[in-house]
């Protein structure tokens, strides 16, 4: 099914929401676990990787796990979206720790979910433990980011694509997220046919600014004609798995299954996006006064120092920090922040303020 991402009337847009939260009792934890990162990608901003590790041991994330579940469950509720991140987030020393104890808990949740957001440079054996590790799961999914500084001859490019293809055999989800230089264009345009051949899912990114605002100058009309509606989202994983997840009866309303976010125009016609990560490519990222719901239904975490917000682009008070603990919103609150920039943010449950349109249907 192929949509057109640029019909949809963003200027009109009342609702919007990742639609597992729209329509399931989803909390979702967005945690960076830590800025250490084994590659050194020249265009990174400094804040966002170092050399050191600078990673919370086990038992803490493990206690911060048990009072986010707790909260989040007080509040009814009780299915749950981990997303890990980082620095390169599978170097934390007990990353399949955290992983085993959030599948351990599988069992008393409606519906639990886990993503990652890595370079895959951790070799073959590693995904294989990967796999057993999270093997409970009603859903897994890979961001997979591409540094071709790094993944820099044919042969590691085939390997990166080996292991995304080992993932989809054993039922995760995978995206690899490719920033589209704008001087790189076509270099980066031509890996992302190699992976789309290979039946691999690939989002094109537009480089944004340093302050993530806005998208950079340079691109021209060809080349956002492909940012915009270039490589949708397909169901590979579903065709290439062979094994099979737990299932679980939360099901989801209407079609674009494969589409995550739903939106609501003031005519109370739908629309699709595959992925939260285009809404920038549409500059769709001010929300000054909308009514949000993280902070109640989602957090972040962020190290080295810890801090726990509603969402990383939020100006609000943070909720809390790791080690002294935090407290959730009791309920959807005012947006008061300039952008929401990350897609982790934007995909949150949203409304313009006087709409009648539920936030969510559970
Ligand atoms: S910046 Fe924060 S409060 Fe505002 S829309 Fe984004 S996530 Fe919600």
Same mark, same amino acid.
């Given at each position: 099914m192929t949509y057109d991402f640029t019909k949809i009337p963003f200027d009109d847009i009342q609702h919007f929401g990742i639609r597992s939260m729209l329509y399931r009792d989803t909390f979702t934890v967005s945690w960076l676990l830590g800025r250490f990162c084994n590659y050194r990608c020249s265009y990174c901003w400094p804040y966002a990787r170092s050399d050191r590790k600078d990673h919370r041991p086990f038992n803490v994330c493990k206690g911060t796990i048990d009072d986010i579940k707790r909260q989040a469950r007080e509040r009814g509720f009780n299915s749950f979206h981990f997303s890990l991140s980082g620095g390169e987030p599978?170097?934390?020393?007990?990353?399949?720790?955290i992983v085993r104890y959030l599948n351990d808990d599988v069992v008393n949740c409606n519906v639990h979910s886990l993503h990652m957001t890595s370079n895959c440079s951790r070799p073959m054996k590693w995904f294989e433990e990967y796999y057993q590790a999270s093997k409970d799961m009603h859903r897994v999914s890979i961001t997979a980011s591409y540094h071709r500084e790094h993944v820099n001859t044919p042969k590691r490019v085939e390997e990166f694509a080996? =292991?995304? *293809?080992?993932?989809?055999?054993?039922?995760?989800?995978?995206?690899? !997220? $490719?920033?589209?230089?704008?001087?790189?264009?076509?270099?980066?345009? *031509? %890996?992302?046919? @190699?992976?789309h051949n290979r039946n691999i899912n690939v989002t094109l990114k537009p480089q944004s600014d340093p302050t993530a605002s806005f998208v950079v100058d340079g691109y021209t009309d060809s080349m956002m004609e492909r940012l915009h509606n270039g490589m949708p989202q397909k169901g590979f994983t579903d065709i290439k798995s062979k094994v099979t997840r737990p299932k679980h009866n $939360?099901?989801?309303? /209407? /079609? @674009?299954? !494969? @589409?995550?976010?739903?939106?609501?125009?003031?005519?109370?016609?739908k629309w699709f996006l595959d992925q939260a990560e285009r809404f920038n490519a549409f500059n769709f990222n001010k929300f000054t006064g909308w009514e949000c719901s993280s902070g109640y239904r989602s957090i972040i975490i962020?190290?080295? %120092? /810890?801090?726990? =917000? &509603?969402? @990383?682009?939020?100006? %609000?008070e943070p909720l809390g920090q790791i080690e002294t603990g935090f407290k959730l919103f009791d309920g +959807?609150?005012?947006?008061?922040s300039p952008s929401c920039v990350s897609s982790a %943010?934007?995909?949150?449950?949203? &409304? =313009?303020? /006087? !709409?009648?349109? +539920?936030?969510?249907?559970?």
């Open positions: 599978t170097f934390h020393p007990e990353y399949l720790d080996d =292991k995304l *293809e080992f993932a989809q055999e054993h039922g995760m989800q995978v995206t690899i !997220n $490719m920033v589209m230089v704008p001087e790189l264009f076509e270099e980066h345009y *031509e %890996d992302a046919l @190699y992976f $939360m099901k989801m309303k /209407g /079609g @674009y299954s !494969n @589409y995550q976010v739903e939106l609501t125009d003031s005519k109370g016609k962020r190290e080295p %120092d /810890g801090t726990i =917000k &509603r969402s @990383y682009s939020c100006h %609000d +959807p609150a005012i947006c008061i %943010d934007s995909k949150i449950p949203k &409304r =313009k303020v /006087g !709409n009648s349109i +539920p936030l969510w249907t559970v």
